[in-house]
């Protein structure tokens, strides 16, 4: 589950990928825009910072702006830095792997297999998600007549 962390940091980003960029933004209009608690915003930027994410600007007119262009930050990158690793198990993450306490054989552990599989479709699509697709709205999908019927048919059964 995305901490709320995690959620503090992607809205704080969005305040920051939408504004013109290399342009700093004070610490309290982030926080106000992106209504997030001023004192939990300054631990979770350093994080961002240290992982680059973020640059911080020191003066009178200092603040943070983002460390490279929303398209090159990704969901993934994010999550990681405030949540750390993206796998539900530490045998089938990719960034801090550990061999489970109480494992028999991981090449026949039916669960490793699942967690891998649900750690490589999570990992897809966040890596695939930037900020900037974030920020752009998308255009409304349109759906076939025939796919909505069908659709509807599942739910309630087949059509008088």
């Known amino acids: 589950m995305l901490s709320q962390k995690a959620r503090y ?3 704080a980003l969005y305040v920051l990928a939408a ?3 290399g342009e700093p933004v004070m610490i309290a209009d982030i926080a106000a825009e992106a209504r997030v608690p001023r004192k939990f915003l300054e631990q979770i930027l350093l ?11 020191r003066g009178k007119h200092g603040g943070y702006a983002l460390g490279r262009t929303p398209d090159k930050i990704s969901f993934a990158e994010i999550i990681r830095a405030i949540d750390g690793p993206l796998a539900l198990s530490p045998c ?3 960034t801090a792997y550990r061999r ?3 494992c ?3 090449a026949t552990c039916v669960t490793r ?3 891998l599989a649900v750690r490589d479709a999570t990992a897809g699509i966040l890596e695939n998600r930037s900020l900037a697709e974030a ?3 998308a255009a409304p999908k349109k759906i076939k007549r025939r796919q909505a019927v069908s659709g509807l048919s599942a739910v309630r059964g087949p059509l008088p």
Do not use: F, M, N, Q
């Open 92 to 94: 089938v993450s990719v």
């Open 135 to 137: 920020l752009t709205p």
């Open 113 to 115: 297999k699942v967690l």
């Open 9 to 11: 940091a992607l809205r």
């Open 100 to 102: 489970c306490d109480d």
């Open 104 to 106: 028999i054989d991981e």
């Open 47 to 57: 994080d961002l910072k240290r992982r680059g994410i973020v640059h911080s600007h």
């Open 19 to 21: 504004k013109p960029a």
